[in-house]
C-alpha cells in the first residue's frame, strides 16, 4: 500500500489507484427496505445550530458527555481530557493520559464513561503509545486539584497495530454493556481481511478487555472485519450496530454491522457484487464525507465529514436507508470529526480545524449544540 498518498481523513498528499474490486461509480441513494412495523423518518430532515457551547479546544478527537450535563472532550495531541460546562463554556483541564505517543493521526483518540460510572468514576480511552494501540481506564478523581485529576491508565487491551495512518479509535459501550472498538489496518491493508490480527476490526470486549461473550469467532474480539478505518460506531433505537468507515480513493462507507461480517477491505471499496462481502447502507465519494463520528437521533444516523466539512443525515428504515443522504453544514465550521447525541433533537457537535489538515479560524477548535429533525 503506498502510505504516502493514503490519508484517512481524505486530505492527504494524493490518492492512490483504486483497490481491485471497487464498485461501479454510482450516486449514494441504497434501495429502501425495513423490518416489519417500522416507519421511516421524514425524507426531508433539518438541523439548526443553537450556539456554539466552547472554544479553544486543541485537536478534540473524542466526546462523553456527563451525568449531570458536563461534557469530557480529549485532545489527540496533548493527551489530556477536559471537562466543559455545557451552560458556560468553562473549560477544566483534569489532566494528562500518561503514555499517549502522539504522532501522525495517532494520540489520544475515542473516550467512553465505563456503564458504572456512577460508582468507579472510570473513563476509558482509546490511545496510540510508543509500540501500539490500546484501550485503558482511568480514575476521574474531581476531589483533586485541576490538571491532576486523572489517576495512572489500567491497560485493559493492548496489541492494537499502529501506523502513522489508519489508527482507528472510537470506542462505545453498547446496549449490552459491552465495549466496542473500532480500528484501522495502520497503512497495512492485508491487516483487514486476517483474523488474527486486531487491524482493520471491530473489536467486541467486556470492561475487563477480555472476549466478550457470544462474540462470532470463539476466543476472539474480533466482531466484525475486512474494515479500512473505522472512525465511528452508533446504535439505533432498536440496538443495531452502525459504523463509519474511511475510504481510499472512491468511496467512504456507513455500514450496518453483522456480527461475523467481512465489509470487504481491500478487496471492495463501497458496494461489490461480491456475496462474501456486506455491502454498506450508503457510500460517499471521499471528497464529500471522511467521516469519522456518528450518532443515531430522529430516526436517522448522523455523520460528521472530515474532508467533506459537513454534516450528513441519513434517514433508516431497518438497516437500509430510505431516502438519500443530506448534507448539513457545507464547509460552515470546517472539518467535523464527532457527533454525539445531547439527548432527543439535540445533538453535540467537535470541529477537527486544528489537527494539522484544517484551516484554523478564530475560536477553532469547537463544540456545538444542533437541534435536529
Same mark, same amino acid.
Given at each position: 500500500? +503506498?502510505?504516502?498518498?493514503? $490519508? ?24 429502501? $427496505? /425495513? ?40 485532545? =489527540? ?5 477536559? =471537562? ?15 503514555? +499517549? ?12 464513561? $465505563? ?22 481506564? +482511568? ?41 466496542? /472498538? ?6 497495512? =491493508? ?109 430516526? $436517522? ?11 450528513? =443525515? ?25 457527533? +454525539? ?33
Amino acid at each position: 500500500m +503506498v502510505t504516502a498518498g493514503c $490519508s484517512a481523513d481524505g486530505n492527504g498528499p494524493g490518492r492512490t489507484a483504486p483497490a481491485s474490486g471497487s464498485a461501479a461509480p454510482h450516486p449514494s441513494s441504497p434501495a429502501a $427496505s /425495513a423490518s416489519p412495523g417500522e416507519s421511516a423518518p421524514p425524507a426531508k430532515g433539518t438541523v439548526k445550530v443553537l450556539r456554539t457551547v466552547a472554544t479553544g479546544l486543541d485537536s478534540p478527537w473524542g466526546l462523553a458527555p456527563l451525568p449531570d450535563g458536563d461534557l469530557l472532550v480529549s485532545s =489527540r495531541d496533548q493527551g489530556t481530557i477536559t =471537562r466543559v460546562d455545557p451552560e458556560t463554556g468553562t473549560k477544566t483541564e483534569l489532566g494528562e493520559v500518561s503514555g +499517549v505517543a502522539a504522532a501522525g493521526e495517532g494520540g489520544l483518540l475515542g473516550i467512553a464513561l $465505563s456503564p458504572d460510572y456512577a460508582s468507579d468514576h472510570m473513563i476509558y480511552a482509546y490511545f496510540t503509545s510508543a509500540s501500539d494501540n490500546r484501550i485503558a481506564r +482511568v480514575l476521574y478523581d474531581d476531589k483533586r486539584p485541576e490538571g491532576e485529576q486523572l489517576g495512572a491508565p489500567d491497560t485493559v487491551f493492548k496489541g492494537i497495530p499502529k501506523g502513522i495512518i489508519h489508527n482507528g479509535g472510537r470506542i462505545a459501550f453498547g446496549p449490552d454493556r459491552m465495549l466496542y /472498538a473500532g480500528t484501522g489496518e495502520s497503512g497495512e =491493508r492485508g491487516l483487514a481481511q486476517d483474523k488474527e490480527s486486531l487491524g482493520g476490526k471491530i473489536l467486541r470486549l467486556t470492561p475487563e478487555g477480555e472476549p466478550a461473550p457470544g462474540n462470532p469467532f470463539p476466543d476472539s474480539p474480533v466482531y466484525s472485519y475486512g474494515h479500512r478505518n473505522v472512525q465511528g460506531l452508533a446504535w439505533d433505537d432498536r440496538q443495531r450496530l452502525f459504523a463509519s468507515e474511511f475510504g481510499q480513493d472512491t468511496w467512504d462507507e456507513l455500514n450496518a454491522i453483522k456480527p461475523g461480517g467481512d465489509y470487504g477491505w481491500p478487496d471492495a471499496e463501497g458496494r461489490s457484487g461480491n456475496p462474501a462481502y456486506v455491502n454498506p447502507v450508503a457510500q460517499w465519494h471521499t471528497d464529500e464525507a471522511s467521516p469519522s463520528g456518528v450518532a443515531w437521533a430522529k430516526g $436517522s444516523m448522523w455523520m460528521a465529514g472530515l474532508k467533506g466539512q459537513r454534516l450528513w =443525515r441519513i434517514p433508516l428504515k431497518g438497516t437500509r436507508a430510505s431516502a438519500a443522504p443530506q448534507a448539513f453544514l457545507r464547509g460552515e465550521y470546517g472539518r467535523l470529526r464527532t457527533v +454525539v447525541p445531547a439527548g432527543g433533537d439535540r445533538l453535540w457537535v467537535v470541529t477537527s480545524n486544528t489537527d494539522g489538515r484544517g484551516e484554523p479560524k478564530n475560536g477553532d477548535d469547537r463544540i456545538l449544540e444542533l437541534r435536529v429533525s
